[in-house]
């Protein structure tokens, strides 16, 4: 178990740029999460999918955000003509849902982002 | 619905002092009722949870906290603070049949020798 992994780990870009996410979760866990954290501020729901379904979407995930988990492992979270509003840390989190949920999210490290 | 309120932005301590660390709860439903810790840089990790069990939760590092359905609190303390828990705590919840978490604003933790 290497937990979750996200990638990169820090971006920067232009504003006007596209940039992608990745999350690699653990690999049993058939839920994957995204939030974002902004400084001095808690992680803020954004998405989720259960295995590749996407079952939830914040409305803070204006139309230049899009998810996609295709096989139901990892996930990439696409954000285009990006804002500096959007410069903040990205997080993904997975969670086995089921008989054995325990009701935890098991987070990554973050992607943080910067938009010059 | 469901939200948390984090009462203190900031809180500091001597080394050695009793932590506590607020967080009233708001939920329709039964909750469940979680601590992240964040370190610098780095993500976020469970300290404990509370899942409709036993009221008073022991996590990791000497963290504890007690549900209190009366006063909608979750309260995180820890009898003697020590350096290395200075960080950001965060408080959870979700409901009972999901596990989307909706945290609060956070709390920053400062140790002093």
């Known amino acids: 178990d290497t937990g979750v992994s996200q990638d990169p780990r820090h971006k920067i870009t232009k504003r006007g740029q596209n940039v992608t996410f990745r999350c690699d979760p653990i690999?049993?866990?058939?839920?994957l999460y995204w939030y974002r954290q902004t400084l001095g501020q808690g992680p803020e729901f954004l998405t989720y999918f259960q295995n590749e379904a996407q079952l939830e979407k914040s409305r803070l995930l204006s139309d230049r955000f899009s998810a996609e988990r295709p096989k139901g492992s990892f996930s990439t979270l696409e954000i285009q003509r990006t804002e500096q509003g959007d410069s903040a840390m990205y997080l993904c989190a997975s969670s086995l849902a089921g008989r054995r949920n325990t009701g935890e999210l098991f987070f990554g490290e973050g992607s943080r982002l910067t938009v010059l | 619905a469901q939200s948390v309120t984090q009462l203190g932005s900031h809180v500091s301590v001597s080394e050695g002092a009793l932590v506590l660390l607020r967080c009233n709860y708001s939920?329709?439903?039964?909750?469940?009722l979680f601590w992240y810790v964040q370190y610098p840089n780095q993500g976020l990790q469970l300290l404990l949870k509370y899942t409709s069990a036993a009221t008073l939760v022991k996590g990791i590092n000497g963290f504890e906290a007690e549900f209190k359905k009366s006063e909608t609190s979750f309260h995180l303390t820890k009898p003697s603070a020590h350096m290395s828990d200075a960080a950001e705590y965060f408080c959870a919840v979700s409901a009972s049949n999901t596990d989307k978490l909706i945290f609060g604003t956070g709390t920053r933790l400062q140790v002093f020798p």
């Open positions: 690999s049993e866990h058939n839920r």
């Open positions: 939920s329709s439903v039964p909750p469940y």
